[in-house]
């Protein structure tokens, strides 16, 4: 569950504006970017990072990705200032997550606003996007990034041999979720595992009383065979969408991740 915002973040933060980034946000985008690109490359794409952009380039880019139906970009604004970026990416193991990817702007670090920032991103996948829970992978190298995640509330689940980026990629992602507030109740209160909560019907308070059937919790027990066929189907049907080129913020594990075990397992 996300942890709460704390007084530093009310009393410095509460100005901030998560939004939805347009081709209108383009040269303040082009800006930040152009910005970062030194910390950008030692965990996203290293070839594309290695320089600064034109404007044409990174306009061109940031069309691809806001036309690439399998993600979403925000951006943290103070007043027309972008501060951080974070992307929402379809996962291939349940309808019910989203993977977040953030970024923040090289004059913003040190500044406690990443965290903040994927406070926000969470809280909106779950209040507004409907989702149950998120994840982020994040290199095993990347050690401030994992204690930001620890920080807003997600949970080490596992770590495990990729195709990491950036000229700091160590070859392992560390798996990182968080799990919405009826999630974390459910399975404080039946002694459940979250993760075999996040497609279980009792999730539905209607369908609250399935939570005692031992069928159906086996049924749902992670992983579940209905879901990892669905996953197999749904990643061959779905066409590669046409863009100008890569959107380079895409980690290359994001469309077939595996599926996620528990630590102890």
């Known amino acids: 569950m996300v942890e709460f915002a704390t007084q530093y973040e009310v009393d ?14 383009a040269l303040e985008y082009a800006k930040a970017q152009n910005e970062s690109t030194q910390q950008l490359s030692k965990y996203f794409d290293q070839d594309y990072f290695s320089r600064s952009h034109s404007f044409i380039e990174i306009f061109n880019d940031l069309m691809a990705t806001i036309r690439n139906q399998e993600l979403d ?5 103070d007043g027309q200032r972008l501060l951080g970026v974070g992307l929402y990416h ?21 500044k406690k606003i990443g965290t903040y920032l994927l406070k926000k991103l969470t809280l909106y996948a779950f ?12 290199d095993e190298s990347n050690m401030a990034s994992r204690k930001v995640a620890t920080k807003v509330g997600y949970e080490h689940i596992e770590t495990f041999t990729g195709n990491t980026s950036g000229k700091l990629a160590s070859g392992k992602y560390c798996r990182y979720i968080c799990f919405d507030g009826e999630i974390d109740a459910l399975a404080g209160e039946y002694q459940m595992r979250k993760i075999d909560l996040i497609d279980h019907p009792a999730y539905e ?4 009383n399935l939570v005692l059937n031992e069928e159906i919790n086996d049924a749902f027990k992670w992983p579940h065979p209905i879901l990892e066929q669905r996953s197999t189907r749904r990643e061959v049907s779905i066409p590669k ?7 380079p913020y895409k980690i290359p594990i994001l469309s077939n991740s595996p599926i996620p075990k528990y630590k102890d397992e």
């Open 205 to 208: 308070r209607t369908f609250r």
């Open 12 to 25: 410095n933060f509460r100005d901030f504006e998560l939004k939805l980034i347009t081709p209108l946000d």
């Open 73 to 77: 970009i925000y951006g943290l604004y």
């Open 241 to 247: 969408p046409r863009r100008p080129r890569k959107t």
């Open 90 to 110: 379809y996962i291939s193991y349940s309808d019910n997550g989203c993977q977040i990817v953030a970024w923040m702007r090289k004059s913003e670090e040190g």
């Open 127 to 138: 209040f507004e996007k409907k989702f149950r829970f998120t994840e982020v992978l994040i």
